[in-house]
Structures are given as structure tokens and as C-alpha cells.
């Protein structure tokens, strides 16, 4: 049975606030946990009007606190614009609150603007380039503490936070086979290398102390609702917020619009599809019938679900729906 997990954004709704956003994700991951999805990651971005969850640690205590069984995490940490031994001291705090239940994902992309990002770090030293040394440094950390060694992460040491490594492009694959960390690739927003990401990371995996078989995770959108109609109006407000960022416009999200899609210009469509062509819209049965395409052709261990919808009610539904699914497929495979 493929495993389902929840990303999610903290998304700031149009005419909504922050601390609305929060409590939005509290009653989510609640939700998640009641339904059996197996883990709840938070995504750090920064310098965006339409994203809450950017103190990405501090809303993972707060999603943490107010749950009791599913998993916590980052999805991810962009770790260029932290210290590694500043990380590790946040996540060992979250895991010697929260034991067995705090995971780290961490990327190398800033999650922002450079100008944001040389605010973040204040120090022209935090490069993209340094990711593995950094991956490498932050491991290190979380081992339990050596002799006379000299730095040491206080809470961190020892306890083994399960970190992860996020990629969109065939270096983040490279990296977590290298080593032998599980993988998240983000197929719900750049899927054009999700494929040849995947056989690599597997065919190079090379057991380690944190895994000794690859683990594959994917991002997929899915909106569901009772109807295909429904989902496909649900849909068009993660459409205008695509288009809202990549034209420079990010802003909260705004809710939908029927047939938005068909008035877009030939090339704003065109990025759309290209950046959602992963994304499962529609009814129960387009769901299911999705889910199981998808699995099929990717071999997924685990899909990370993320679904940005204006309507908090229909949000919960729709991750109801997306499980359900995942279940009644487990069931005719058994």
C-alpha cells in the first residue's frame, strides 16, 4: 500500500490573515492524522504574501503540539540560507519534544528571492553550491557526540533526526543515493525530470546507516470533490496563484474563477500545463483512477499530497476523498 502524506504551505487566503492560516493547518493536520495519512510537512518560502509557514521549526512545534501519532516535518528546510548547527539545534529541540515524530527535509534551492535570501543568511559564505558539505555537516550533528569534539549540537546530538533530501533536478537524486538518504522529489510543481530523478537515485542508492534501500517520495496535486466539475473550479485558484508567481505577482491565494484556465493566453496555459501536468482534478473516481495511473508508472513508496484550495472545508474534503481512494485501491490490489 502506497503511503500518503500531507505538504503543506500554511496558504494565506485572500481576505484571511496569518494566525487564520495556522489555525487552518492545526485542524488539517488533525484531520490527516484522524484519516491515516502518515506524515504532515511544513514548506519554508520566504518574502511571499501568500505563505505562512515560513518560521518553518516554529509552526512545526505548533502542528506537532496539537497532534498526537502522525509524523512532523519541514518540506523542506532550504538549508543555503541557515547554519547547519542552527538547524540541527531547532529539529533536536522538535525531536526531544516530539520523540520519534520529527522529520527534515531539506533542499537546496533559497525558497525566495536572492536579495530575501542574502537577508535570511546576512553572509555571502551560505552558496547552493556547499549543499552536500552542509547535508554532510548536519548529519553530523545529529550523531552522537565524539571525545573532545569540539562543536556540538545541544539538543541535536544523538538523536538521529531522520533528514531527507528535496529535489527537482537529477542532482538531488545523485546526492540523497550518494548518501543513502531517502528521496522527495517536487513532481507537484516541476515534473519534467521526475522520471530519469527516480532510476537514478535507484539504480545508485548505496545502503547506508540511515537507509539500507532507497525510498522514493513524490509531490502530487490533488484536488477532489464530489464532481469533476466541482474539482476543476477548486483547481483554479493553485492556477492563478501559478501564474500570479511566475509573471512576479505572488500574493495570498485568491479564490477560484470559473473558467479561468480557458482565458489565459497560449503561453500562460502552456507553463500551466507544463508545471501541473502531474496534478489529479477531479471526482472519486478520477481520483482513484489517477492515483492508480500514477503509482503504477512511478513505483512511488509514498506521495506527499499537497492541495491548495480557497475553501477550508472543501480542503478537508478533498484529502478525504484522496485517501479514500489510496484505500479502496489497496483493497481490490489485496
Known sequence: MTLLSVLDLSPILQGSDVGQS???????????????????WLAEHHNMRGVASAATSVVI??????????????????????APLVIAEQYGTLAALHPGRIDLGVGRAPGTDQLTARALRRTLTGD???????????????????????????????????????????????LAAHLGLPFAFA??????QMMPAIAIYRQQFQPSAYSDAPHVMLGLNIVAAPTDAEAGFLFTSLQQAFVNLRTGQPGPLP????????????????????????AIIGSPDTVREGL????????????MVTSQIFDH??????????????????????
Open 292 to 303: 492508480a495511473e500514477f503509482v503504477a508508472r512511478t513505483g512511488a513508496d509514498e506521495l
Open 128 to 174: 547552493a553550491d556547499q549543499f552536500p558539505q552542509d547535508v554532510m555537516e548536519l548529519l553530523h550533528y545529529f550523531e552522537p557526540a565524539q571525545p573532545n569534539q569540539a562543536i556540538r549540537a545541544v539538543p541535536g546530538e544523538g538523536t538521529r533526526v531522520p533528514v531527507w533530501i528535496l529535489g527537482s533536478s537529477l542532482f538531488g537524486a545523485q
Open 61 to 82: 512545534a505548533h502542528v506537532a503540539a496539537g497532534t498526537r501519532t502522525i509524523r512532523v516535518g519541514a518540506g523542506g528546510v532550504m538549508l543555503p540560507n541557515h
Open 313 to 334: 472545508q472543501a480542503r478537508l474534503r478533498s484529502f478525504q476523498i484522496a485517501i479514500e481512494a489510496r484505500d479502496e485501491l489497496a483493497k481490490v490490489a489485496a
Open 255 to 278: 479564490p477560484p474563477v470559473e473558467g479561468y484556465g480557458e482565458r489565459l493566453d497560449p503561453m500562460a496555459q502552456a507553463g500551466l500545463s507544463s508545471a501541473l501536468s502531474q
Open 22 to 40: 495556522l489555525r487552518n493547518t492545526l485542524d488539517l493536520a488533525r484531520h490527516a492524522e484522524r484519516l491515516g495519512y502518515n506524515r504532515y
Open 187 to 192: 513532481s507537484h510543481f516541476a515534473p519534467a
